[in-house]
């Protein structure tokens, strides 16, 4: 969506902008949808957490519905599938041969065969040279596991070497007519901006013909729209439309906010609700393109009402319209039991990273990718236009300072659960443009780790039960530590819009801060409306966040571990 990632590098000096401790917001509204959290976890829980988010009339959004099949369907190994194996198109293990051309025809196959595929790799070492491109739906690539005995596929050129695709002229066009250049005197870089910093990978997942994020508006066609939406309720699933006549029960669909009005657009006012901050240009410079996107499947159908799957990002009403449009996607497409490997080597600068990405995951709605590791990579996952996907243990380490460790873009309903960044990372868990109800849970970073909120109209997402190892740093003021560290262009600010929530952040400091000194948290370019609930560690600590959210059991433990796991089994009644 016109989409720079125009995020500054860190600096070892913060400016302060307006520093707020632990001020409520004035206009909360009502409206608190618990729904779901682990028996294994806690037998009989707490609700003293609960109680007083109520008696606050904190609204918090329901992310229950995060993952694959919408956190309702655990991810098993199918039984009815067709195993393409590499190993029978010439691939062999460990030969120190270029196994590019046998990988390839083995994927080619698996994309002729009708039903599921299963395309596996044996254990051991396997060089690439090309992408592995994913273009249809029900297929899974499966190795042997992540560790030392299981697959490695090794790649030894950047995309900028061997990605030969079209697929990202668009964007180099676009980088090139707004002269969207990386300049830094100081490291003698004054260049484009590499259509790999924030796009593509390796593994590449698109279904043919799709644009995952548009950005020259020449190219752009309206999706075929099935039925305007009448009447919606936010966090209800019944929708009132026009007609049903192209809607069936199980149909995958999209419901799409446009902004034709302007600045005062009440659809801007649901997402940032009454800001005194800017909003930038791109929330309606563009009126023919959606500025939210939630992609849902229809649960019922009866008479000009139906039901969808998850609850409504948003009211739907004469002020703020919205319709439902085809979505071109696949389904069915998952990632497991694999080592992705890069080179070692430097990073030159930011924005002209050469394209050592790992997975670039696009238009797949119930997907996962899971038991993954990344070793020098300049961004491990890229995500775009999909939803409903589960990504699972992944673990990015190496030497090379990366761009992003996983990154959530025009993504709904997105859950990363035990990812662990171990190598350094300008954006370690990124919340990008258009991403909602969007869930880390459990994350560990481990190297300058960052929750990056990206602006572009991100909202109602959550980083839940996250582990932080920093080292703090120090000003006249004493020990800091900038963990809300977000990017993005000033055309896509604010840095989030409403409900975004920190749930239960545990903060180790390694060193920078003696133990009897209180190290400042802080998140000085965010979004209205936010929610910081339990901050604790080995030291004490105190937030300062602008603007100011609701804050509350700050070094304390939530007596609810996990927000996301609490409300499903709400919701599920596990």
Known sequence: MNKEKASTMRVAKITYRKPL????????????????????????????????????NVYLPDYSYAGYHFGERDITHRETTTYVDVQDFGAVPNDEKDDTKA????????HSINGHVTVTFPKGQFIVKDILKITRGNITVSGKGMGGQGTQLYFPMPLSIIDKTPHLDELRNYLRLHNKKQRNAEIYIDDYFSEYSWSGGVIWVQKEGTRPVPYLEELDEQLPMLATITQGKRGTKTLEVSNTSEISVGDILRIDWHNKIGKQADIIKSIYGDTDLV???????????????QPTQVESVKGNKIEIRDPLLHDINNDIPAHISSWEHLEEVGI??????????DTYGHHVEQGFNGIYLTSVFNGWIRDVSFNNADSAILSENSGNVT????????????HYGIHLGSVHNFLVEDAKISNPTVHTFSMNTKSTKSVFLRGEAFTQPTLDQHAGANHQNLYDNMTFHIEAQRDEKG???????GGGAGYWQPGHGRYNTTWNAKIFVESGADSNETVRILGQTEGPDARVIGIYGNRK??????PSPYITDINSKVSIPSLYEYQKQKRLKR
């Open 21 to 56: 401790l632990y001020t409520p917001l004035k206009y909360i509204c009502f409206s608190l949808m618990f729904t779901s959290f682990h028996n294994s976890i806690i037998a009989a829980p707490d609700l003293h957490t609960e109680q007083k988010l109520q008696s606050n």
């Open 541 to 546: 600590f105190a937030v300062e966040h602008y």
């Open 336 to 345: 497991e039991g694999l080592s992705i490997q890069f080179p070692m080597g």
């Open 103 to 110: 990988i390839l025809s083995a994927l080619k196959h698996a």
């Open 391 to 402: 990504i699972s243990n992944i673990h990015s380490y190496g030497t090379r300072f990366g």
């Open 279 to 293: 909003v930038g240009s791109h929330h309606f410079d563009f009126p023919n393109r959606p500025l939210v996107m």
């Open 479 to 485: 020990p800091y530590y900038d963990l809300w560290f």
